[in-house]
């Protein structure tokens, strides 16, 4: 895996071309962990809108801790 194949970065979350689906990652301090797949027909803007839901819930989480 190299950073030449992330399609997609925004924040802590990631995408990557899969064999059979793209994949979403969320990176962490030591690694990064799949949260999600999405299949090739969807296509890689069905990834950009579940990365920008996963953002809006973190920020949401965020605001429930205050």
């Given at each position: 895996?190299?950073?030449a194949?992330?399609?997609?970065?925004?924040?802590?979350?990631?995408v990557?071309?899969?064999?059979?689906?793209?994949?979403?990652?969320?990176?962490?301090a030591?690694?990064?962990?799949?949260?999600?797949?999405?299949?090739?027909?969807?296509?890689?803007?069905?990834?950009?809108?579940?990365?920008?839901?996963?953002?809006?819930?973190?920020?949401r989480?965020?605001?429930?801790?205050?």
């Amino acid at each position: 895996m190299t950073e030449a194949q992330i399609l997609y970065e925004r924040g802590p979350y990631w995408v990557k071309r899969g064999a059979k689906f793209f994949e979403i990652y969320r990176a962490g301090a030591t690694h990064s962990t799949r949260v999600g797949v999405v299949g090739f027909s969807f296509g890689l803007s069905r990834c950009i809108a579940e990365i920008d839901r996963r953002m809006a819930d973190d920020e949401r989480r965020k605001g429930d801790a205050r």
